[in-house]
């Protein structure tokens, strides 16, 4: 289970970075990819694992609501495909920090759910890729970085080896002040 926002992009390269990820999914990991094309599969992570599907009920939904009901949505730009040690292939926002505060103010909230499980020491806010070739994907992006968009809605998603589905979104900024 994550919690993360689809970009939202803006101009012509709306329909681009979803079919590319769908793609390398389906070729490397294909019990990633949803059976609906509403669960995006471009996206930041925020918090996962999170609470197992079985857990979630109104109160966690209604907790979740009113947190991202209080976040502005906000801009920000996909600069650089990147690669993790392993060869993780990632798409970098130029300004990393509104994800990374948005993920640790999560993990102080549900502090049994720390971000990757606690695997790794720092959190790098990305859209994964898979495990594809870094060139590739530059060829296959065509120079269309940077990507401009928007995080103004937030979906909790299950994701495991047999399904993915989302279970919730959330807008951003419904009850942010001016």
């Known amino acids: 289970m994550i919690i993360g926002p689809p970009p939202k992009f803006h101009g012509t390269r709306d329909n681009l970075l979803e079919p590319l990820v ?9 019990w990633l990819v949803p059976a609906d094309s509403a669960t995006v599969c ?21 907790d979740l609501a009113g947190f991202f009901a209080a976040e502005r949505p ?17 798409l970098a926002p130029g300004t990393p ?5 948005l993920t640790t103010r999560l993990a102080r909230l549900y502090p ?9 020491d720092e959190v790098v806010p990305h859209v994964s890729l898979g ?13 269309s970085l940077p ?10 998603t299950s994701w495991s080896r047999t399904s ?7 807008q951003l900024g419904t009850a942010a002040p001016e």
Request: charged content about 25%; glycine content about 8%; overall charge negative.
């Open 22 to 30: 769908r793609a390398n999914l389906a070729q490397n990991e294909p």
């Open 42 to 62: 471009a996206h930041f992570t925020l918090l996962g694992p999170f609470v197992p599907e079985r857990d979630v009920d109104d109160r966690l939904l209604a």
């Open 74 to 90: 906000f801009t920000f730009e996909l600069v650089d495909v990147r690669s993790f040690p392993g060869g993780m292939a990632y």
């Open 97 to 101: 920090e509104p994800f990374r505060d």
């Open 112 to 120: 049994a759910w720390p971000p990757y499980g606690g695997a790794f």
């Open 131 to 143: 495990a594809v070739d870094v060139v590739d994907v530059r060829v296959a992006l065509g120079g």
């Open 147 to 156: 990507m401009r968009a928007c995080a103004d809605e937030a979906h909790l």
């Open 164 to 170: 993915v589905r989302t279970l919730a979104r959330f």
